[in-house]
């Protein structure tokens, strides 16, 4: 069983900046996925990033602005959010897809993090 801890969320400015990080509890060659969830909203796609990092997918609403990584020698996945905007507030998550492709189906990633909040003020 794969555990994952998501961490850096936190309150910033319009405009600002954050780097997310999920840590896994051991290594992975899956797909690693992000979502986030607003209040009152269901959970939506953010991005993807293949096991080797070469390949990603944003959705329509953050592409030019978040960009996924990892680093595989730590075990970790990061998402590093640019020009952030009010829309943007949510509960961030980490997941690993059982697929062999990137989806944005939620229902194709088996484990998930516990989440972490960004607030950004405007």
């Known amino acids: 069983q794969v555990q994952l801890v998501e961490s850096g969320g936190g309150l910033v400015q319009a405009g600002g900046s954050l780097r997310l990080s999920c840590a896994a509890s051991q290594r992975t060659f899956n797909i690693m996925g992000w979502f986030r969830q607003a209040p009152g909203q269901e959970r939506e796609f953010v991005a993807a990033?293949?096991?080797?990092?070469?390949?990603?997918k944003y959705a329509d609403s953050v592409k030019g602005r978040f960009t996924a990584s990892r680093d595989n020698a730590k075990n970790t996945v990061y998402l590093q959010m640019n020009s952030l905007k009010a829309e943007d507030t949510a509960v961030y998550y980490c997941?690993?897809?059982?697929?062999?492709?990137?989806?944005?189906?939620?229902?194709?990633?088996?484990?998930w993090g516990q989440g972490t909040q960004v607030t950004v003020s405007s």
């Open positions: 990033i293949t096991w080797n990092g070469v390949s990603t």
């Open positions: 997941a690993r897809s059982r697929a062999e492709y990137m989806d944005s189906d939620n229902r194709n990633y088996d484990y």
